[in-house]
């Protein structure tokens, strides 16, 4: 039972110092690129109704979500995704604005993935949504925002790609496919299953030429060429405006200086049916999956009874962090500037001495001379400490440097000014 306690469940895990570090560092640096682009922090619930999750809105299967009871009766859930609570949150307290919300968060996400395969079941999600605006503009504006809080994040090589879930919805429309029949074929078709995709197409009752164009469409991906190319395919209103859009919002990009960092892909339709345009995510090598999952979402947030346009995605840090290790990317770590050792007759000394140097902005850590010197200068050296002062009495003070090993002896008085100064 105890070594059972001293486990975690499947699929979640501890971070370490080292690793924990470098996650807020991550963290941080994206947070900053989220508040350069004028949006601003909040928080939302880490469980709520599951209603706000429910499937019929678009979000993740119920199969996949951590569900349990309050003392009502009512069934609640861990969010397996927050921009659905984010929905939420605006359309309660921004009902009757009608300005653009702008809008960033840090949060952790809950998913009981059948298939586990190693995967997290909670994970960290940094992300933003802009909410109240339609435009080619925002679409791209997005988009670049995600590039550049990928690029601070230390990445150098990875990929935006782009889909139009219009493009198709418009097709699905055509083919007059119900709701269930358009979520298989979504499915299969963000998967790429090409073999699955035939199959089932034999099962509808559609035109050959529009099966043409399904099966198509997984392949219908690279450069902006695609666009050119899947408007050769078909004359359906619908999805011609959305590979319109798209080339607009290419053309944007442009303006941006972003666009070797994007391609194209009309099969990219996303597990996530409340997705009503512009689709993306981001890939880098080091790591199987995406990194960054979003797109428009203009319908969703009527369903909580505000009906105004949206767009948004969600970056996996914890996806990031595999691809930043593996592409052995340098990320700073938190580190005690120095250790302050004393004894009983210098604590008084040692204490002033501490206080000072962190009003100063410096971390500092203090602990009683109940070991060698030698034995502090290897624990100085085995957690990442700068530095060891050693207050072996009220006037005279060992600086040691850990780096170069060099010994200085001074007054307490001569250590303040300097640290003053």
Avoid: W
């Avoid at 408007?231 to 859009?245: P, Q």
């Amino acid at each position: 039972m105890i070594d059972r306690l001293l486990h975690t469940p499947e699929g979640v895990r501890d971070f370490n110092i080292k690793e924990t570090s470098k996650k807020i560092e991550l963290q941080n640096r994206i947070s900053s690129v989220f508040h350069r682009y004028g949006f601003r922090d909040i928080q939302t619930p880490t469980f709520e109704y599951f209603d706000v999750f429910n499937h019929k809105r678009g979000t993740v299967d119920i199969r996949e979500m951590y569900k349990f009871f309050d003392s009502d009766g009512n069934i609640l859930t861990l969010r397996p995704d927050i921009t659905p609570s984010i929905a939420r949150y605006v359309s309660t307290y921004y009902k009757n604005d009608n300005d653009p919300v702008r809008v960033c968060y840090i949060g952790n996400t809950f998913r009981n993935s059948k298939s586990y395969q190693g995967k997290l079941r909670e994970f960290t999600q940094a992300g933003v949504e802009l909410i109240g605006i339609n435009s080619e503009d925002i679409d791209a504006e997005i988009i670049a925002l995600i590039i550049n809080s990928l690029s601070i994040a230390g990445l150098q090589e990875f990929q935006i790609d782009i889909g139009q879930a219009g493009f198709f919805k418009g097709l699905a429309e055509e083919a007059g496919l119900n709701e269930d029949e358009e979520e298989e074929l979504r499915k299969l078709v963000d998967e790429k299953n090409f073999i699955a995709v035939e199959e089932l197409l034999t099962k509808y009752n559609m035109t050959d030429d529009l099966k043409e164009v399904f099966l198509d469409l997984p392949k219908l991906f690279g450069s902006v060429e695609v666009i050119n190319k899947a408007r050769k395919l078909t004359t359906n209103k619908k999805a011609i405006e959305s590979l319109d859009r798209l080339e607009k919002v290419y053309e944007i990009l442009c303006d941006y200086g972003v666009e070797e960092y994007v391609s194209f892909d009309l099969g990219l339709v996303s597990y996530l049916n409340y997705y009503t345009g512009i689709i993306f995510r981001g890939y880098t090598y080091g790591t199987g999956v995406s990194i960054v999952d979003g797109g428009r979402y203009d319908s969703l947030l009527k369903q909580f009874g505000k009906d105004v346009p949206a767009i948004g995605f969600a970056i996996v840090i914890d996806e990031l962090m595999l691809a930043i290790e593996r592409q052995k990317i340098n990320l700073p770590e938190f580190n005690i500037d120095t250790l302050i050792i004393y004894n009983d007759k210098t604590r008084k000394q040692a204490i002033l001495l501490s206080e000072e140097f962190r009003s100063q902005g410096m971390n500092v850590q203090t602990g009683l001379l109940d070991k060698t010197l030698e034995e502090n200068i290897n624990y100085g050296k085995k957690h990442s400490i700068g530095g060891i002062i050693s207050l072996n009495n009220k006037e005279d003070v060992t600086l040691i440097n850990l780096e170069t090993m060099d010994k200085n002896v001074v007054t307490l008085n001569e250590l303040l000014n300097r640290g003053e100064n």
